[in-house]
């Protein structure tokens, strides 16, 4: 049996862009701008890093393929860089890299930094590509928020859920996640809606209108790690540490074999119990203090709060409701404002979700800081409901 | 007669829009208010998914039913609208409808007497022959055509067995006549006076076809009771039975008002509806014009015709489209802004479809030897992960197989030539799953359970090198 991640690896740095429509800038000046304030952060300069992940989804449509991009941007005295993509969890798939070259001894510190730049494309939402040659023959004509939208058709015949309901539960979380961004000056949409906002709005995908979905943003996150000793010889105190990493990705099962009935990810419950056992959490729904999920649409954001242990099977619709995640709740979940409204540059997702549980844990996150979390998760997710790739990242203070 | 050879089965397809002739009427009024004369009625449409080959392999289907396939020597698809000019139409069909490799396929076209000639030579041959006929003619907006004509497909199964009916004689007049003509690169036909093409044509050329047929069966024109004439001229149907000495009442109903002219498909779908409903000893004759003509005379026997969709079935299953704008934008009439979304390249490569012909074409999937799993799309190893084996599947034909949605959306971001775009997860009845498109929906009764049963469509099309993709989508089941 593996040892697991935990309290191998701490934070030394972390630092974000603004997310948005950064018609201002390329993807270099997002990474840039996320890779100066880690870098500040974790009061090191640029030769102390021996080794960096690059994490980027959508490469054609910025900085092109390879890690050279990341290397040439940094200026990387030449030391191993290496470029991850794994849909949308990409962010979560360098800090993953990075980590893990750390806690085996390879790297004394090593970077992770995720960037997308989308808002080149000409058009909303994400933008749509070939998906392979012979997918392209029968894969249905899908959006993303198509794809996701699939959820509430199984969730409400699954659990013999009310329309209304349902609808009602997803717009409480758009609204939640609009009020929280408007205390994050990087955040995206900062602007407050009301139910009624969502439930006017036009329709995407049915049932997801267009507050059920998040935003299509430019941006950059980036995380510098190290040892714990070696973060307290440079001088930290109260270190942040990665309790779990854990990734579970579709085998077919979901798709091809019977027993899915695509309510849920089957995924992310795999690897939040695999998450839960490296951390030592055995009552989430108490233990964890603060949540960051991949609301890449309300609808996801809903079924995950069942997958991650924090709603029982069935509840989470009324869980939503009675403001169980909300920023004054027991389990504030997306209190960054979550992808819906800090954003989505898919690369950058991952980290970005670290970066806040990151701040939260050392008392920087301004007006939106909870009092006192011990524990903070990510879940970062790429892909369909169908076929997926999901993670379950935990940090939380060195040693609790 | 057990033994006997001839129509063993046939079958027949319309597409499920009905373009209400009034809507073209009135949106073409101010140019050609002639056209209200025409406007009674409505014309069958093919969906934006729909083509020759799309329709000819649902009348295959129909036709075909739980007969065993692997007897089938030969397959002819007739057509003036084959989509393509070099790939075998009639190859296409066949990879959908699973037939064995081992088959002399055609297609047969250049002509309205397509099907007649392609059903001749079946009938006058000794194999176990497939004909499928199958139009989608398009014409110019305004136009007495775009009025006229409609979108359909028939097949008849020929071959050795108890005949639904079988061939007492045939014969052809090739008179090169040109009532109206399509060349290569064009994409609607170009017609001539219809007073010539009644007195001259239909009232000359087919009584002489009918005459000779009848002098050399010995049979007499007053014992025909079924005779079918596409043809959409007025009355014309019953000015040549008169000339020709057959009894007004055995002139069939051209469809006219219901479907429209479906072109080379016409005889044969004028047929089948006439094999529905006629008595065993009853002599048809059908006739098909154009460039001369070609005459049939047949009788009806005792094979069984009643299981079928056939013509009736399709003509009942219909939904009105008023949408006269909706319909020139299916047919590449009318241009319109279709976004950025739009401009995604569909380029296919052929080495890929080649190797996935079955799965793509033909919707085959696996059906594992150990563990019995039946699953789309077959991979090497078995899905089931209490399996997992190597190389353990069979074929296994999803096509002919029912299913329950068990998620779906309609989805108005992704392009779509007819947003917004309805897909989902389907549970196969008896195992095997699968996220496909869904056609045909009708939005108010769309929900998880909806029985769905599958249908051969097009995909998408790549504009950029005129190819066009075929994939099989979800229909809703329809009694």
């Known amino acids: 049996m593996a040892s697991g991640i935990k309290d191998k690896v701490v934070i030394l740095g972390m630092g974000c862009s603004k997310f948005g429509e950064r018609w201002d800038a390329n993807a270099q000046d997002l990474m840039v701008e996320a890779f100066e304030e880690a870098l500040r952060d974790a009061g090191i300069e640029r030769r102390q890093i021996d080794a960096a992940w690059l994490g980027t989804a959508i490469e054609e449509q910025h900085v092109g393929k390879s890690a050279v991009p990341l290397a040439m941007t940094l200026r990387l005295p030449y030391i191993p860089v290496t470029r991850v993509e794994n849909y949308c969890a990409t962010g979560t798939e360098a800090l993953r890299g990075a980590v893990y070259a750390v806690a085996s001894g390879a790297a004394d510190v090593a970077l992770a930094l995720g960037v997308e730049k989308l808002k080149d494309t000409g058009y909303g939402g994400l933008p749509q590509r070939s998906r392979g040659a012979l997918n392209d023959l029968f894969w249905p004509n899908l959006s993303a928020p198509g794809s996701f939208a699939q959820l509430a058709a199984a969730y409400r015949a699954k659990h013999g859920a009310n329309r209304d309901d349902l609808k009602r539960a997803m717009a409480h979380i758009s609204v939640k996640s609009h009020a929280n961004a408007s205390r994050n000056p990087k955040a995206h949409l900062r602007n407050a809606i009301t139910e009624e906002d969502v439930l006017k709005a036009p329709m995407i995908a049915e049932p997801l209108g267009l507050y059920d979905c998040c935003g299509v943003s430019d941006g950059s996150a980036c995380a510098i790690v190290t040892t714990p000793d070696i973060a307290r010889g440079l001088g930290k105190r109260d270190l942040v540490a990665v309790k779990a990493l854990q990734l579970a990705v579709s085998n077919g099962e979901e798709v091809s074999f019977d027993r899915w009935d695509g309510s849920y990810f089957a995924t992310t419950r795999v690897a939040a119990a695999r998450a839960y056992r490296e951390a030592g959490i055995t009552r989430p729904r108490e233990q964890v203090s603060l949540v960051d999920v991949h609301d890449c649409f309300s609808v996801t954001e809903l079924v995950t709060m069942e997958d991650l242990q924090l709603s029982a099977e069935g509840t989470a619709i009324r869980d939503v409701l009675d403001g169980f995640y909300d920023a004054d709740g027991q389990v504030p979940c997306q209190i960054d404002g979550g992808l819906k409204c800090f954003g989505h540059p898919i690369g950058a997702s991952g980290l970005r979700m670290v970066y806040e549980m990151y701040l939260q844990l050392i008392g920087r996150a301004g007006d939106r800081q909870r009092p006192a979390p011990v524990w903070g998760m990510t879940h970062n997710l790429g892909g369909f409901p169908s076929q997926n790739v999901s993670s379950v990242t935990i940090v939380g203070q060195y040693g609790a | ?479």
């Open chain 2, 1 to 479: 007669m057990a033994n006997d050879f001839g129509i063993l089965s046939f079958g027949a397809y319309l597409p499920r829009a009905r373009m209400q002739r009034k809507a073209v009427a009135a949106a073409n009024g101010w140019f050609a208010p002639g056209l209200k004369g025409l406007s009674r009625g409505e014309r069958a449409i093919a969906n934006w998914d729909e083509d020759t080959i799309t329709m000819a392999v649902e009348a295959a289907r129909d036709c075909l039913g739980e007969l065993d396939r692997a007897d089938l020597r030969q397959l002819v698809l007739a057509s003036t609208t084959h989509p393509f000019d070099d790939r075998q139409n009639a190859t296409v069909v066949a990879t959908a409808l699973h037939l064995p490799s081992a088959l002399r396929t055609s297609d047969a076209a250049g002509s309205l007497r397509a099907g007649t000639g392609a059903l001749i030579a079946a009938l006058e041959g000794r194999e176990t022959t497939l004909v499928v006929a199958a139009d989608q003619r398009r014409a110019k907006a305004g136009s007495t055509q775009e009025m006229q004509y409609g979108d359909g497909a028939a097949a008849m199964l020929v071959g050795t067995g108890t005949p639904v009916a079988r061939l007492l004689g045939a014969h052809t007049e090739s008179v090169d006549f040109v009532h109206q003509y399509r060349m290569h690169d064009r994409n609607s036909d170009y017609g001539w006076e219809e007073r010539w093409i009644r007195d001259e044509g239909y009232l000359k050329l087919v009584p002489r076809a009918v005459g000779a047929l009848l002098k050399r069966c010995g049979v007499d024109a007053a014992a025909i009771v079924h005779f079918c004439l596409p043809g959409t001229l007025s009355k014309v149907q019953a000015a040549v039975a008169k000339r020709c000495g057959i009894p007004e009442t055995a002139v069939r109903d051209p469809l006219g008002a219901s479907v429209g002219d479906t072109g080379a498909a016409h005889p044969l779908l004028m047929l089948a509806h006439v094999l529905e409903q006629s008595a065993p000893g009853d002599t048809v004759l059908v006739a098909g014009f154009g460039e001369g003509c070609d005459a049939l005379l047949l009788q009806v026997g005792d094979g069984r015709a009643d299981t079928r969709r056939g013509v009736t079935g399709a003509l009942a299953d219909r939904r009105e489209e008023s949408n006269y704008l909706r319909w020139l934008s299916f047919t590449g009439t009318v241009d319109l802004e279709r976004g950025m979304r739009a401009e995604v390249d569909k380029a296919t490569a052929m080495t890929v479809l080649y190797r996935n012909r079955d799965m793509i074409e033909g919707l085959v999937g696996g059906r594992c030897r150990r563990c019995g799993t039946v699953q789309f799309p077959r991979q090497r190893y078995c899905v089931n992960p209490e399996c997992n084996a190597l190389d353990s599947q069979d074929d296994y034909v999803f096509s002919e197989r029912t299913g329950r949605v068990l998620s779906y959306t309609a989805d108005g971001l992704t392009y779509s030539p007819d947003p917004p775009t309805y897909f989902g997860m389907v549970q196969v009845d008896g195992g095997g799953r699968m996220l496909m498109d869904f056609t045909e929906v009708d939005p108010a009764s769309m929900d998880v359970g909806l029985p769905v049963r599958m249908v051969f469509r097009i995909k998408d099309a790549d504009p950029n090198r005129g190819f066009v993709r075929y994939f099989w989508k979800a229909a809703p089941a329809r009694a």
